[in-house]
């Protein structure tokens, strides 16, 4: 019984959704019924065609415009469902960025003059001697420090690759090594800095710096062990009368991050995929 009835009401929702369609098609039957049945007045009113094809004809019509409407209808649907499918591919393009693909950016800067031996004890940074210091007794070494922000949600290891004029492409520092430390890699939690210190002579410092617009290289590594590569172009700064008893006066004006992803192609070499089309050689 209980089933009758949901089947009664089911059905009177559907004649109650299409009862206006119900409605003009017994009134059009009627209207054919009484035009077919009163006598043409004249002979050029007879009709040609018997009550059958003129129902025929305006079912056609009728279904015609019924498949116009479903269609468009139809359209709409699926341009809503690639919206949809955009969105869910863009907060899953949004999850990789965060959870998976490693990406930093320059949070701050700073400059300084440091006794080598301060440097060679230091753990808290990583210092990357950067052109050729004459150890001598009382002198500093200058020093520019970049913080670099984990801006992820994931783990990831920085190290530098090479930092090189964009003009010329023609590398700013000719040394690198790691004076108090056997890493090379700054190792940042999701949203940790870290402080990479470029060190060396001041004269040769301050002149690799002024010459040019530069360009740093990076390689990330997240914790799959999948290896990108950052770069950020920078403008610095620097006062040329720096003096060791006083802080040198330096400013960092970071720009155009991209980040590529190290694949393996078909000759089992890694090939570097930059993010977007345009790809750049670093």
């Not at 155009?256 to 750049?280: A, H, M, P, Q």
Request: glycine share 4%; proline share 2%; net charge positive.
């Amino acid at each position: 019984m209980k089933n009758l009835r949901l089947k009664i009401k089911k059905l009177w929702k559907c004649i109650n959704r299409f009862r206006y369609w119900i409605v003009g098609c017994i009134v059009f039957l009627v209207f054919v019924q009484i035009l077919y049945t009163i006598p043409a007045p004249s002979e050029w009113l007879e009709a040609k065609f018997d009550a059958g094809d003129l129902i025929s004809f305006v079912g056609t019509i009728v279904l015609g415009i019924v498949a116009i409407i479903q269609t468009k209808e139809a359209n709409e649907q699926a341009k809503v469902a690639n919206e949809m499918s955009n969105r869910l591919m863009q907060l899953e393009e949004n999850r990789y960025k965060l959870e998976t693909r490693p990406f930093i950016i320059l949070k701050d800067w700073d400059a300084f003059f440091e006794n080598f031996y301060n440097i060679i004890n230091c753990h808290e940074k990583l210092y990357v001697q950067s052109t050729h210091f004459e150890l001598t007794k009382g002198k500093n070494a200058f020093c520019v420090a970049l913080e670099l922000l984990n801006t992820t949600q994931a783990y990831v290891t920085v190290q530098i690759k090479d930092v090189r004029y964009i003009d010329e492409n023609r590398k700013v520092f000719d040394v690198h090594s790691y004076a108090n430390t056997n890493n090379m890699n700054l190792r940042l939690n999701p949203g940790e800095f870290g402080t990479m210190v470029f060190w060396g002579e001041r004269e040769k410092m301050i002149a690799a710096l002024r010459y040019g617009k530069i360009r740093f290289n990076f390689y990330l590594e997240n914790r799959f062990g999948e290896r990108y590569q950052e770069s950020f172009d920078a403008i610095v700064i620097v006062k040329e009368s720096c003096k060791e008893e006083g802080k040198p006066f330096v400013v960092v004006s970071a720009s155009d991050y991209r980040i590529g992803k190290f694949i393996k192609g078909s000759d089992e070499k890694l090939d570097l995929v930059w993010e977007d089309t345009n790809n750049r050689q670093a």
